[in-house]
DNA sequence: TAAGTATTTTAGAATCATTCTAATTTGTAT
DNA sequence: ATACAAATTAGAATGATTCTAAAATACTTA
C-alpha cells in the first residue's frame, strides 16, 4: 500500500460516515494540504477493486465508501443520510433459494431518519 | 400523461431489459425520430418521482429503468447484466426486526451470469 | 551509492451523464 | 381565434469522473 492509499483507507475505516471521494479529499487534505482530488480516485478505485473496501451507491446520489464490515444500510427517503444495521444474515436463505451461484447480496433499506421525522411534526 | 410520458412508460413496461435512458431514447426515437434525449430525462425523472417505474443503480453502472413490479434483482459481477429473480419477501421480517420506520426494501443479489461462466470455461 | 526501471502522483484537459435555461411548440380552455 | 399553461426542444452549463502526459517518488540491482 502506498502512503495514499493507506491514509485513504485508514478515513475510510476509521469513519462511521460513509464519506463521498469528496468529503475523502477533504480529510485528507487536512493532512497532506497538496493532495490532489484524483489521488483520491485513484486510490478508492484501486481500494474497492481490491476488496478492502465498500462502496454505496444509491438512486440520485453521489457513491459513498464504507468499511467492508458484513451490516446492511439504512437509507433516508428524505434526507439520503446512510446509517448502518445489522439484519439476519440472509447467506444461508438465498443460497438455499437460488443455489450455487449465488456470491453475496446487498440489503438496502429505506425509512425516514429520526431527524427527518422531527422536522415533519 | 402526455404523450411521450405514455411512450416511455410503455417502453420501459414492455421491456424485461432494464433500460438506461440512452437505451429509452434509442427506442423511442424508432417510433418519433425527432425526440430529443433531454426529454426522456424529463420523463423518467417525472415517472419514476411518481412511482411508476424504478429506477436501479448498481455500483460503476449507467442507472436501469424497471416495472415496479415486485421483485428483486441479479447482477452478474463480470458483465454487469441485471436479471430479475423472485425471492422469498422480507418486508413481514424486516418490520419484526427494526419496526414501524421500515418503509421498503431493495435487495440485490450478486452472481456470475451463464454466459460469463460459458465464457470462462 | 548510482543508474535504471517501475509505480505513484500531479495538473489539467477531456469525457460522459445529467441538469438547466430560454425559446418554441403544443394543447386546452375561453 | 385568443390567451394561458404545460411540454418539448436545442444547446449551453454543470458536476462527477476518467484520462493523459509529465513530474516526483520509490524500488531494484549492479
Redesign the pocket.
Known sequence: ?????KEIYNIITDSTGHL???QIYLELKKK?P??????V??????LWKAGRIRKISVE?M??RYDRVIKHDHLICQKCGRLADILLEDLTASLRGQMGEEFLFYDLKIFYICPDCRKKDL
Chains 1, 2 share one sequence.
Do not use: G, P, S
Open positions: 500500500m502506498t502512503k495514499y492509499e463521498t471521494v469528496e497532506c497538496k493532495v490532489v482530488l484524483a489521488t480516485y485513484n486510490n478508492v478505485n484501486k440520485n453521489q457513491d
